[in-house]
C-alpha cells in the first residue's frame, strides 16, 4: 500500500510535534517546517526515524514571517515528498497587547503568519492537489480564542476568526475536485508531552503548577495535549471524515461552552468534575 504525504508547518515543537508524531503512526510521509530551533527540529526528526523506520521523514528551515518563504518551501517539501495528500498549517506566532499598546511591527507579523501565510500555503497545495487528481485535504490549526474574548486579544482572536470564516469560501472552491479543508480550534493546550510534565525537570516548575490550577476550570478537568490535536488531524485527514468540510472543530475540552463561572464560590470551585460532586443516576 503506498504511504499517503503530509507537509505540516512549524512541527518542531508543542502542537506541531504532536501533529508530526501522529500522522507518523498512521502511516504518513512527513516534510515539517521549523523556523529557527533547528536542535528541537533535529529531535523530533530522529524520534520519526527511530520509530517508524518505514517512512520518510524531513525538516526544512523556514520563516514564514517573510511573505517570499511560502512557495519556495512548499516546492522544496514537495520534492521530498513525491507527492501530496495532505497540508497542515499550524506555524504561527500569538500576540497579546492591549489596544493602548499595539505595535504595528507586531501587527504585520502576526497578520503575515497566521493569515496570508495560511492562505498561500492553501493555495499552493490545492492548486498542486487539483492539477494532479488528488482528492486530498487541508487542516489549518486555529484557536478557541476566536469563539471567547479576552483582554489584549483584539488581533489575534481577530485573525483566527478570520481564518475560521475563510476556510468556508475556500471548500467551496475547492468541492468540485474532492479536496476537503477545515480547521481545528485549540483550547488551552500543552507544549510538552504528559511524560515531560511528570518527570524531575518540570513537575515542580511554577508552570507546570499553573498549569494544574487552570485545569480546575476546564470542564473536562485537564489540558489539551499535543496528541489531542494529532489524533483530530489524523481523523480529519482520514475516508471517516469524507463528509466533513468548511468546518473548524473546536478541541477545548468544553472551555468556550456557554455557562463559564460567573458567581464566586463557582469560580473558586471551577469546572473540574474532581472540583465537583457527582451523583450517579441509576
Known amino acids: 500500500m503506498q504511504r499517503k ?56 528551515a523556514a520563516d514564514f514571517g517573510d511573505k517570499d518563504a511560502t512557495k519556495p518551501f512548499f516546492k522544496k517539501a514537495i520534492e ?6 495532505l497540508l497542515v498549517n499550524n506555524a504561527g506566532v500569538t500576540l497579546k497587547n492591549s489596544i493602548f499598546d499595539l505595535d504595528e511591527r507586531e501587527f504585520d507579523t502576526l497578520v503575515q503568519v497566521d493569515f496570508r501565510n495560511y492562505v498561500f500555503m492553501m493555495k499552493e497545495a490545492v492548486t498542486y492537489m487539483a492539477a494532479n487528481q488528488i482528492k486530498g485535504s487541508v487542516v489549518n490549526i486555529t484557536s478557541s480564542r476566536a469563539e471567547r474574548a479576552y483582554p489584549g486579544d483584539s488581533i489575534y482572536g481577530a485573525v483566527k476568526a478570520g481564518m475560521n470564516r475563510a476556510i468556508k469560501s475556500v471548500a467551496l472552491d475547492v468541492a468540485p475536485y474532492g479536496i476537503r479543508v477545515n480547521n481545528i480550534a485549540p483550547g488551552a493546550t500543552m507544549r510538552l508531552t504528559a511524560e515531560e510534565m511528570a518527570s ?41 471524515a469524507s463528509y466533513i468540510t468548511g468546518e473548524t472543530i473546536c478541541i477545548d475540552g ?9 458567581t464566586k464560590e463557582e469560580s473558586e470551585n471551577g469546572w473540574g468534575a474532581s472540583a465537583r460532586k457527582i451523583i450517579w443516576r441509576t
Do not use: W
Open 5 to 60: 504525504k503530509a507537509i505540516v508547518t512549524g512541527g518542531s515543537t508543542g502542537i506541531g510535534r504532536g501533529i508530526v508524531q501522529s500522522l507518523a503512526q498512521a502511516g504518513y510521509d512527513v516534510v515539517f517546517s521549523y523556523r529557527n530551533n533547528e536542535e528541537s527540529a533535529q529531535n523530533v526528526l530522529d524520534e520519526l526515524c527511530k520509530g517508524y523506520p518505514e517512512g520518510t521523514f524531513k525538516m526544512v
Open 80 to 85: 521530498l515528498l513525491g507527492g501530496l495528500d
Open 200 to 240: 524531575d525537570r518540570y513537575k515542580e516548575s511554577p508552570h507546570v503548577q499553573k498549569i494544574a490550577y487552570l485545569s480546575s476550570r476546564i470542564p473536562l478537568s485537564r489540558y489539551g495535549t499535543p496528541a489531542d490535536i494529532g489524533n483530530a488531524v489524523v481523523f480529519l485527514a482520514s475516508d471517516k
Open 254 to 262: 468544553g472551555l468556550t461552552l456557554p455557562g463559564m463561572p460567573e
